[in-house]
């Protein structure tokens, strides 16, 4: 059983920044490399979000509310997924969770959270004005 656990969270100011972190474990096949991989966030009263993605090929997806602004990447040697989030706003505030889909996936990675097989616990981003 794949296990995600995100860290990094934590409170800023608007303009702040913040990366978080998403450790795979638990697979016996390649950790993230073989995956679609991705953060969605949740606000409260809101639905949960897809905010970026990254492929096994390496191509990313992002939502336009965090484009220019957030960038995903991957360190496949540490099994770890990471999102560099820079000119923070209050609406970016929220629960930020990793996601996975099963390895060697094959169909369209990106940030619908209908393609994501496994979840981490997620971490608070709180950003205040």
């Known amino acids: 059983q794949v296990q995600l656990e995100e860290s990094g969270g934590g409170s800023v100011q608007t303009g702040g920044s913040l990366r978080l972190s998403c450790v795979v474990s638990g697979s016996a096949v390649s950790g993230l490399s073989r995956r679609c991989m991705g953060w969605f966030r949740q606000a409260p009263g809101k639905e949960r979000e897809g905010v970026a993605a990254a492929d096994s090929d390496d191509r990313t997806y992002y939502a336009d509310s965090v484009k220019l602004r957030f960038a995903i990447s991957k360190d496949i040697a540490r099994d770890t997924l990471y999102l560099k989030m820079d000119s923070l706003q209050p609406e970016d505030a929220g629960v930020y969770y990793c996601?996975?889909?099963?390895?060697?996936?094959?169909?369209?990675?990106?940030?619908?959270?209908?393609?994501?097989?496994?979840w981490g616990q997620g971490t608070q981003v709180t950003v205040s004005s």
């Open positions: 996601a996975a889909t099963s390895p060697w996936f094959s169909g369209q990675c990106g940030t619908e959270s209908a393609t994501y097989t496994f």
